[in-house]
C-alpha cells in the first residue's frame, strides 16, 4: 500500500510561482512512475506532468515550459515546480503513483493522495 500527502499549495498572483510536494510512504518509490493531475471546478480531472525516471517526464501542452517534474527518491518525494501561473492553472492538484509508463491516464493510476488547493489570482 502507497500512501500520498500533498503539500504547497496556496494563493499566488499570475505570474508567481509555487512548488508543490508529495510524500509517498512505502519501500519501492523510486520504481513508481509518479504523476501530477489536478481538477478545476465543473471540469474533469485532467494529467499535468508524470515522471519515471529522472530522465524519462511527459507534461501536458497547457503546461509544458512553465512546469517543471521532479523527484528525490532518497526523500520519497515527488515535486512539481510551476512557474509563470496563469488564473487558468486554478484547481486541486493531485498526485498519482502508478506502476507503467507512459502514463497519462486517471486509470493507469493505482495511488491518489487527498489533492492540494492552487489558486492563482489575476
Known amino acids: 500500500q502507497v500512501q500520498l500527502v500533498e503539500s504547497g499549495g496556496g494563493l499566488v498572483q499570475a505570474g508567481g510561482s509555487l512548488r508543490l510536494s508529495c510524500a509517498a510512504s512505502?519501500?519501492?518509490?523510486?520504481?513508481?512512475?509518479m504523476g501530477w493531475f489536478r481538477q478545476a471546478p465543473g471540469k474533469e480531472r485532467e494529467f499535468v506532468a508524470a515522471?519515471?525516471?529522472?530522465?524519462?517526464?511527459e507534461y501536458s501542452d497547457s503546461v509544458k515550459g512553465r512546469f517543471t517534474i521532479s523527484r528525490d527518491n532518497a526523500k520519497n518525494t515527488v515535486y512539481l515546480q510551476m512557474n509563470s501561473l496563469k488564473s487558468e492553472d486554478t484547481a486541486v492538484y493531485y498526485c498519482a503513483g502508478g506502476s507503467t509508463w507512459p502514463a497519462l491516464q486517471i486509470f493507469e493510476y493505482d495511488y491518489w493522495g487527498q489533492g492540494t488547493q492552487v489558486t492563482v489570482s489575476s
Open positions: 512505502g519501500r519501492i518509490f523510486s520504481t513508481y512512475t
Open positions: 515522471i519515471w525516471s529522472g530522465k524519462n517526464t
